[in-house]
T-cell receptor
Framework: NAGVMQNPRHLVRRRGQEARLRCSPM?????VYWYRQLPEEGLKFMVY????????ESGMPKERFSAEFPKEGPSILRIQQVVRGDSAAYFC???????????????FGPGTRLTVL | GNSVTQMEGPVTLSEEAFLTINCTYT??????LFWYVQYPGEGLQLLLK?????DKGSNKGFEATYRKETTSFHLEKGSVQVSDSAVYFC?????????????FGQGTRLTINP
């Protein structure tokens, strides 16, 4: 059973370009989470999605960032008009279910390292 | 709000030394607490967890006890190995609505020399 897959592992963009980060959850997992890790900082929650639904996007910047998890295919984190401050490691995690208020273990991918020149 | 503070790194030890990585938290209610480990080039893996006060999580020789009175969840191992070299993250999850959202500390890089 393959783990959480993220691609690309490394992405270089120039200021003003768009960045698309992909995440394929583990088989049987229908919940996806995105976290961002800025240099020398811990991971910060960005967004939580289920298939075709955004459940919690309280950690997403208000502009330029969007996320989706379509019925078919991977989850996509999209950053438009990237700036140097977007340079970070972006981690995706997935979990099998969400039952009310209980915590379900999140399985993390290897991350995408975004560098904005 | 909820937050996690970890011992600053990097930490360098010799093989078979005793390890402690401090972690304290601020949270409303009674969060669940976790330690994650990240080996070079890989994603984060859950190392251990504790869901209520006085619980002790343990795995691979690592232990951490949920101390409500000191709001701490320090990671310990009696005898470290070179293969334990990694970055360690302390984290909590909120109770109730938003329980799926993990709050992480900044991470502690551990290097074990032979």
């Amino acid at each position: 059973n393959a783990g959480v897959m993220q691609n690309p592992r490394h992405l270089v963009r120039r200021r003003g370009q768009e960045a698309r980060l992909r995440c394929s959850p583990m088989k049987g997992h229908s919940h996806v989470y995105w976290y961002r890790q800025l240099p020398e900082e811990g991971l910060k929650f960005m967004v939580y999605l289920q298939k075709e639904n955004i459940i919690d996007e309280s950690g997403m910047p208000k502009e330029r960032f969007s996320a989706e998890f379509p019925k078919e295919g991977p989850s996509i984190l999209r950053i438009q008009q990237v700036v140097r401050g977007d340079s970070a490691a972006y981690f995706c995690a997935s979990s099998p279910t969400h039952s009310g208020s209980s915590y379900n273990e999140q399985f993390f991918g290897p991350g995408t390292r975004l560098t904005v020149l | 709000g909820n937050s996690v503070t970890q011992m600053e790194g990097p930490v360098t030890l010799s093989e078979e030394a005793f390890l402690t990585i401090n972690c304290t938290y601020t949270a409303t209610g009674y969060p669940s607490l976790f330690w994650y480990v990240q080996y070079p080039g890989e994603g984060l893996q859950l190392l251990l967890k504790a869901t209520k006060a006085d619980d002790k999580g343990s795995n691979k020789g690592f232990e951490a006890t949920y101390r409500k009175e000191t709001t701490s969840f320090h990671l310990e191992k009696g005898s470290v190995q070179v293969s334990d070299s990694a970055v360690y993250f302390c984290a909590l999850s909120r109770v109730g609505q938003g329980a799926q959202k993990l709050v992480f500390g900044q991470g502690t890089r551990l290097t074990i020399n032979p």
